[in-house]
Each structure stands twice: as structure tokens, then as C-alpha cells.
């Protein structure tokens, strides 16, 4: 799992500098934000329907190749249907399309802070396909994510990045967002969980034995 933007970048020069620049310089700002402007008024961003799942799916394989991990994705449309349209979903995905074309998604669900007493929004996937960035596409989608937070009166947003996604973590910083450096990530994979499982049931049948 992984976040995956690089922010927008308009290239201008300072007020002072434009004065000292050729007469073509505000000019050619001008037109990169009016470009980035219009994109964005391309954009269509909405939550995602049962019939949206081979969408989703092409963007997890989007995200897992950019990844350098194509052939790690397992998930199928029918597991996808099941966990997310299912009798109780287990996340929420966010689309994001320009015009008509899917660009990008966000896919969250919600955990708990015992401290807050509150529901968190976490974020597993962020992701918008490379030929798309640069046009706020992905401050489009966590804008949109931050207000289902705030509405839902979550005590925060929670994610994850790829130590070596420096374009992310510099954009994920100049929102406001601080890394927990201090936390450490553990994680059991399927097969660990069901050895784990059997151990205590192992356990506990002995125990019942002894008796």
C-alpha cells in the first residue's frame, strides 16, 4: 500500500524578478495557471458504484506497476464487489475523472482513536496516473477526503507513503500533514495470521485435553 502525487508546480519568478524579466514573462505564468485552472474544471470527482469496479481495479494495477510490484495485485472484480458493495463494506473509493476518463482514485476506510474517542479517516490508496499529475488532481482528491473527514467529525486522516516518494512526502508536508517517525508499522499477511490463529486454537484444544 501506498500514496502516491507529486503537487502542481507553477514556475514563475517572484514580483521583484518579473520587472526585470522579458515582456513575455507574465505571459507565460498566465498561461500555465489558466491551464492548470481549466484542468481542474475538467475534473469530476464522486464516489465510486458497484458498476465502477473494473475501474478500480485497472487503477490498482496502475498503482501496484508504478510500484515496481505488478504481479503482487491478487484482487479480482468479484472480491472487489464483495468488499466493497457487499453486505458490509470494508472500504470507500473516491474516482476522480477528467471529462470522462478515469485518472485517479482514493480508497479509505475508518479506524478508532481510544485517546480521541473518535472515528479516523485512514487513507490506503491515493493514487493519480502519471501522465495526469501536475494538474492538482491529487490536492483535489484529499480535499475532497479531508471534507467526508470533517463531516463525519473524524479526530484525523491517517496514510502511509514510500520512504523513497520524496515528490509526496515534500506535498504531504506543505499541507499541514506530520510524519510519525516515532511509530513502526507491523504487518501480518494472511498466511501469518491463519498460523497464528491455529497456534491458539492449537493451544487452547491441549489445554481443554489436560482438563
Known amino acids: 500500500m501506498s500514496l502516491l502525487f507529486w503537487s502542481s508546480r507553477v514556475e514563475c519568478s517572484p514580483f521583484s524578478d518579473w520587472q526585470k524579466a522579458d515582456p513575455v514573462a507574465p505571459f507565460r ?24 469496479v473494473p475501474i478500480i481495479l485497472e487503477l490498482i494495477r496502475d498503482l501496484a506497476t508504478y510500484e515496481r510490484a505488478p504481479d503482487e495485485v ?15 463494506p470494508a472500504a470507500e473509493v473516491l474516482l476522480a475523472f477528467e471529462t470522462e476518463s478515469p485518472v485517479g482514485f482514493a480508497v479509505y476506510f475508518y479506524n478508532f482513536s481510544t485517546w480521541l474517542g473518535r472515528a479516523g479517516l485512514y487513507l490506503e490508496d491515493l493514487f493519480v496516473k502519471p501522465e495526469k499529475r501536475g494538474k492538482g488532481y491529487g490536492r483535489a482528491l484529499l480535499v475532497e477526503l479531508a471534507k467526508i473527514a470533517r463531516d463525519r467529525r473524524c479526530g484525523r486522516m ?10 509526496a512526502i515534500k506535498f504531504y508536508r506543505a499541507l499541514g500533514a506530520q510524519p510519525m517517525n516515532e511509530w513502526t508499522v507491523f504487518r501480518l ?17 491441549t489445554d481443554s485435553n489436560k482438563e
Open 74 to 88: 491478487t484482487a479480482t472484480e468479484e472480491v472487489l464487489v464483495d468488499v466493497l458493495f457487499g453486505e458490509r
Open 189 to 205: 499477511t494472511r498466511d501469518e495470521i491463519a498460523k497464528l490463529a491455529d497456534a491458539a486454537d492449537t493451544a487452547a484444544t
Open 29 to 52: 505564468m498566465s498561461w500555465t495557471i489558466t491551464t492548470k485552472v481549466k484542468a481542474r474544471e475538467n475534473l469530476k470527482i464522486r464516489s465510486a458504484h458497484i458498476e465502477d
Open 158 to 167: 491517517e496514510w502511509a507513503v514510500l520512504n523513497w516518494n520524496e515528490p
